[in-house]
């Protein structure tokens, strides 16, 4: 465990109920090792902030990258993914992800999942951004998370939609739990295995292409129980999301599927953006292309370029979601250019696991995005992300069955006392200074005006200070023992005096908003602190006052809570292996 001691208080508790599993996050990592475990005879119980299509996947338009049966091989994938990561990903770790890709995607197919195929019947392939090869799969055009979603969540298991973790609850056995926040009130789930599968930090920047659920509470989480996280300065920006003037929040990305069949960037002029700049050009990987963006903003005073799409024939059966989008917007991308800008779209790093998704404290685990594998390194490959949930999502349920009988119940419930800037002004701190380019004066602005602006925060359901005061004995608890996940995901967890408490939806949305708003303000600190100690530019993580990669540099380095609750680093890792001091 870390050094961290942290502040807590108690916790009056509304229900309670009882799990093998709890998977936090119901996109394709965490229903894959929530379908995986169950088949295992383990009683899983998800949690999820938003109803069923409220996930990154959803939203996830280009396919799944997996290693074509003819013209491909392992080698080939690793070798694209490795020359993206820029220097920092695990090799290993690369090639047991990328050899697992076939099964994974048989297994989702198996599950009735449906790919676009081609005029030969056979399943159909695009290339995008960083790839050598076309072995991008992908469904209903541009719908693939759309289609993965369905699939996985017709597999019907236990969920409890409208529920945020507050707080991993552990013992001197490791994991014993989840404080969860629901319209029911407070419950405990208690559980000896938790798998983080929260997603990204997109909500961290003003403008992101991942939905409003995106606040890092993963990454929070894991600090908090002194899991250590790792290259959280690698945030990948899309380097094409729908532009339009004053837009804000979640804004339609242009898949890079649309460069890989034949758009071209340009700017207001006309002129090539990436001409000169990487030899494949617009299909080089995003971070080069972003980059590319950028400069060319900066240079011309524009607040976009363009992607002419209109050569590609077909283009509305192709890509009928991003028509959609275009056609809401006014544009035509049939007959006009589509106006695209850079905006944050992917951590590369994030909760450090082994590829079976274990961290360092016992119990638990972390899969998909939330989760730092050593497969992305310093700049994802484009299309790895599904990829990763479903290879790496599968082995955490598989891996979870270890904990099983080994942790006792929650006697105690404490909740950590937070610190909370104003989640607006956190955005645009990070937005301002740790976007596409960053530099040491600009990052040291925003880690200290984002000092100015924290305030401790409590939780607003904690109960009195006294002697006692958030313990209870299981004796307590009647009926607790039958309150088993599909229970508690149809609204039945037993209450510590026997009854169902209701907070209402407007309660239950404030109090996770403050889970969400404290999740952003200790993740920005570290991501923060994790830019400003990298004094080089590699992958996605740009310094304008450092321009070059240096070689001493080119390893990953740990951040964990320190005793007061600052993140701070804890040397040099080992991309592999998970650590937990």
């Known amino acids: 465990m870390t050094g961290f001691v942290p502040r807590t208080v108690p916790v009056a508790v509304d229900w309670e109920a009882a799990a093998d599993l709890v998977v936090i996050g119901g996109g394709v990592a965490g229903l894959t090792a929530a379908r995986t475990a ?37 080698d080939s994938h690793v070798r694209d993914t490795v020359a993206a990561g820029a220097g920092l990903c695990d090799a290993a770790a690369v090639r047991s992800i990328v050899a697992g890709g076939q099964a994974a995607v048989a297994a989702l197919t198996d599950l009735g999942a449906v790919f676009d195929l081609g005029r030969d019947g056979r399943v159909a392939r695009t290339r995008e951004g960083g790839h050598s090869i076309r072995r991008i799969i992908h469904a209903g055009g541009d719908a693939t998370g759309a289609e993965v979603q369905r699939a996985l969540s017709a597999a019907g298991l236990p969920v409890l939609f409208g529920a945020a973790a507050g707080e991993v609850l552990l013992g001197a056995d490791g994991v014993r739990g989840v404080l969860v926040i629901s319209e029911r009130g407070t419950g405990v789930v208690h559980a000896p295995a938790v798998l983080l599968a929260t997603g990204g930090l997109g909500q961290l920047y003003a403008l992101s292409t991942n939905p409003d659920g995106a606040t890092a509470d993963g990454v929070a989480l894991a600090l908090r129980a002194g899991a250590a996280v790792a290259d959280l300065e690698f945030v990948q920006f ?100 589509i ?79 937070a610190e909370v800037a104003p989640r607006a002004a956190v955005q645009r701190l990070a937005t301002a200074h740790a976007s596409v380019v960053r530099d040491a004066d600009g990052l040291d602005r925003a880690q200290r005006r984002l000092a100015e602006l924290r305030r401790p925060v409590s939780p607003d359901r904690r109960a009195p200070e ?18 088993g996940p599909a229970d508690a995901a149809a609204g039945l967890g037993t209450a510590p005096g026997g009854t169902v408490a209701q907070q209402g939806p407007a309660v239950a949305a404030r109090r996770i908003t403050a889970v969400e708003d404290a999740a952003l303000t200790l993740t920005a600190r570290a991501l923060l602190a994790a830019a400003a100690l990298r004094t080089e530019s590699r992958g996605c993580h740009t310094r304008s006052d450092h321009p070059g990669a240096v070689a001493a540099q080119a390893h990953s380095t740990r951040f964990v809570l320190g005793p007061d609750g600052t993140p701070v680093p804890a040397g040099a890792a080992d991309p592999a292996v998970p650590t937990a001091s």
């Open 466 to 483: 006294s002697p006692g005061t958030g313990r209870f004995a299981v004796s307590d608890r009647p009926g607790h023992r039958g309150s």
């Open 38 to 74: 169950s088949l295992r005879g383990l009683r899983v119980l998800t949690l999820s902030k938003g109803g069923p299509a409220d996930t990154a996947t959803q939203y996830a338009q280009g396919g799944i990258a997996v290693v074509a049966p003819e013209g491909d091989s392992v």
């Open 339 to 417: 106006p695209v800008a850079p905006a944050a779209h992917y951590q590369c790093g994030g909760v450090v696991t082994d590829t079976e998704g274990r961290t360092g404290v016992p119990g638990l685990y972390a899969a998909g995005e939330v989760a730092r594998t050593g497969l992305h390194g310093a700049n994802r490959l484009a299309s790895n992300s599904l990829l990763e949930g479903l290879v790496v999502g599968e082995r955490a349920g598989a891996a979870a069955v270890e904990r099983r009988g080994a942790a006792g119940e929650v006697t105690e419930v404490r909740q950590v006392a």
């Open 238 to 337: 899309h380097p094409t999301v729908l532009y339009t003037p004053g837009g804000l929040g979640r804004r339609p990305l242009i898949s890079e599927a649309v460069r890989g069949e034949g758009g071209v960037l340009v700017d207001l002029a006309g002129r090539s953006v990436t001409a000169g700049v990487h030899p494949r050009g617009d299909l080089a990987p995003r971070d080069v292309v972003s980059l590319a963006i950028a400069a060319r903003m900066r240079e011309t005073g524009a607040d976009h370029v363009l992607l002419d799409a209109t050569g590609i024939a077909g283009f509305a059966a192709r890509f009928p979601t991003i028509t959609d989008s275009c056609l809401a917007a006014g544009i035509d991308p049939r007959t006009d250019p």
